[in-house]
């Protein structure tokens, strides 16, 4: 049984920039959630994907989006990249979209914009 | 709106101290409350989990305990090591929620010294 992976680990881009950060959700998981960490913070959630669909949504804005595929993988993209941006972005995968405390993370990828 | 207050870091300790790291939480619904543990250079791990009132999470030797009346869940061990060294997250679910987000608090950073 593999984990949630993530990559890439790290990642510098510049202000203005599109970025795109990927997961792989754990084998039997059909949700995966995105959270956004910021030095010293707690995570954030940025959305949720279910099935394919976006489940919901934290307070982000609209060029914070989102993919999830068939196999439930997923994709964050950023568009228009801000230096408040830079973070440690954390994928979570569980097997049903509720109680996410059954939730499993990634190891996170540490984007830097510069 | 659901909300988790921990207290502030950070926490430095000798081997064998008793640690204790407060947490209080605000929410609309029924939550299930959760400590999650975060190495350096790691994600997330569920450390222990509580969903229900006197519940008692444990584990490795930390224990939680769910108190609706004083809507607190404040992680707990008697003899802390050095590789208890780490960043700890107090977090909650509402349980009567279709979409379960985590919410965290802010993190408290735990230094154990030899």
């Known amino acids: 049984e593999t984990g949630v992976t993530q990559s890439p680990t790290h990642l510098i881009k510049t202000r203005g920039q599109q970025v795109t950060l990927r997961c792989s959700s754990q084998s039997g998981h059909n949700t995966v959630s995105w959270y956004q960490q910021a030095l010293g913070q707690g995570p954030q959630f940025i959305f949720q994907y279910y099935r394919e669909e976006e489940n919901g949504r934290g307070n982000f804005p609209p060029r914070f989006s989102g993919l999830q595929f068939p196999n439930y993988s997923s994709e964050l993209n950023v568009n228009a990249l801000e230096l408040d941006d830079s973070a440690l972005y954390l994928c979570?995968?569980?097997?049903?979209?509720?109680?996410?405390?059954?939730?499993?993370f990634g190891q996170g990828t540490r984007l830097t914009v510069v | 709106g659901d909300s988790v207050t921990q207290m502030e870091g950070p926490v430095t300790l000798s081997e064998e101290a008793f640690l204790t790291i407060n947490c209080t939480y605000t929410a609309t619904g029924y939550p299930s409350l959760f400590w999650y543990v975060q190495y350096p250079g790691e994600g997330l791990q569920l450390l222990l989990k509580?969903?229900?009132?006197?519940d008692k999470g444990s584990n490795k030797g930390f224990e939680a305990t769910y108190r609706k009346e004083t809507t607190s869940f404040h992680l707990e061990k008697g003899s802390v090591q050095v590789s208890d060294s780490a960043v700890y997250f107090c977090a909650l679910t509402d349980r009567g929620s279709t979409l379960g987000r985590l919410y965290f608090g802010r993190g408290t950073q735990l230094t154990v010294w030899p």
């Open positions: 509580a969903t229900k009132a006197d």
């Open positions: 979570a995968s569980s097997p049903g979209q509720v109680d996410q405390g059954e939730a499993f």
